[in-house]
């Protein structure tokens, strides 16, 4: 697997929407955004269709794709962000240029659906990528340390073993938007145990519908004895959860990992924690490997950035989680 370059200095990040258009983002989170990775020193060029079509019509599929070849050749851009999430990044799988990331690497950020990006990287040009880090992880009016560190950490390629703590608090609402009312913060439980043990193997943070998605496609790398790290959206009641979950169970996928981290579900756990804890106890006792919830990682606030492909260590006796990055050359 090839390891993302270092990004260092003043350098460039180009903006793609492979999924919702840009403009999902009131224009003054937007800008936010944008000036907020300014300070951190990064430049930004908004892709052609990131703000081709308001709300949630998106560009066409082919000018999607196309802000992303442009920017893999692009010597000037040095990185790629992905600006929000949405429904239909798959669309786009077939219409990205392989060859040219294999020549071209960069650092590509994306979580929730643009998993299918992350994923794909990894199938097809055997590029590793990072999960947790979007433009719109980067709106909102506060913004957390955790959210900040782990981004320049990745970029920067430092801190090459990272172990894992939970913040002191979190929120699940929608910090993105401009009208949210007062947050609603939680104290941080930390990691919740399902399974006991002790394991080590490839990361593969994703969101749960998208990898479903991918399911019997050749974009979908291979799971075997992976460290599989699972995400869901808002939306993602506890019913839809208890189907995608039976789904990822009937696949056979969750037979041969490593071991199942879960990121906090923000619907279901705020639902009933009772009741997703129960659909894992359901579906995991008979199986021998560490499962752990509760990480910080997908839609939630702060949230953690993922090396998909990077190594992980999982050691519930000692309640550590630890992630190693490999060694790679700057920029």
């Excluded at 903006?15 to 951190?40: E, H, N, Y």
């Excluded at 920017?71 to 949405?86: L, N, P, S, T």
């Excluded at 699940?172 to 947050?183: A, G, L, M, Q």
Aim: net charge negative.
């Amino acid at each position: 697997m090839i390891p993302p370059r270092k990004v260092s200095g003043r350098r460039v990040i180009g903006l793609v929407a492979p999924s919702l258009p840009g403009k999902v983002i009131d224009g003054r989170q937007f800008r936010r955004g944008v000036d907020r990775l300014r300070q951190l020193g990064y430049e930004t060029i908004v892709g052609e269709a990131c703000l081709d079509r308001p709300y949630d019509l998106g560009a066409s599929i082919a000018a999607r794709a196309r802000d992303i070849n442009r920017f893999f050749e692009d010597d000037q851009i040095d990185a790629i962000m992905g600006v929000i999430g949405g429904y239909n990044a798959n669309e786009v799988l077939p219409h990205i240029d392989y060859g040219l990331v294999v020549k071209n690497p960069k650092p590509f950020f994306g979580y929730s659906d643009l998993s299918a990006i992350n994923l794909s990287l990894l199938s097809q040009a055997d590029q590793m990528s990072y999960s947790g880090s979007m433009l719109v992880s980067f709106c909102p009016k506060q913004l957390a340390s955790i959210t900040i560190d782990g981004f320049l950490q990745a970029i920067k390629g430092v801190n090459l073993t990272d172990e894992w703590k939970a913040p002191a608090s979190y929120a699940y609402d929608d910090w993105f938007r401009e009208d949210v009312p007062v947050r609603e913060w939680h104290a941080s439980e930390g990691i919740y145990v399902i399974n006991e043990g002790v394991t080590e193997g490839t990361i593969i943070p994703t969101n749960l519908d998208t990898l479903l998605s991918l399911v019997g496609t050749n974009y979908l790398p291979s799971l075997q004895g992976v460290v599989l790290l699972l995400e869901e959206n808002i939306q993602a009641t506890n019913n839809l959860f208890r189907r995608n979950f039976a789904q990822l169970a009937q696949t056979g996928i969750m037979d041969g990992l490593n071991a199942l981290v879960m990121g906090r579900f923000p619907g279901p756990q705020r639902e009933n924690k009772d009741a997703l804890t129960e659909v894992l106890h359901h579906y995991l006792p008979a199986k021998e490997y560490p499962v752990i919830t509760n990480v910080n990682y997908g839609h939630t606030d702060p949230s953690s950035t993922f090396l998909v492909g990077g190594t992980a260590t999982i050691n519930t006796y000692d309640r550590k989680f630890t992630i190693a990055r490999p060694e790679v050359e700057r920029q």
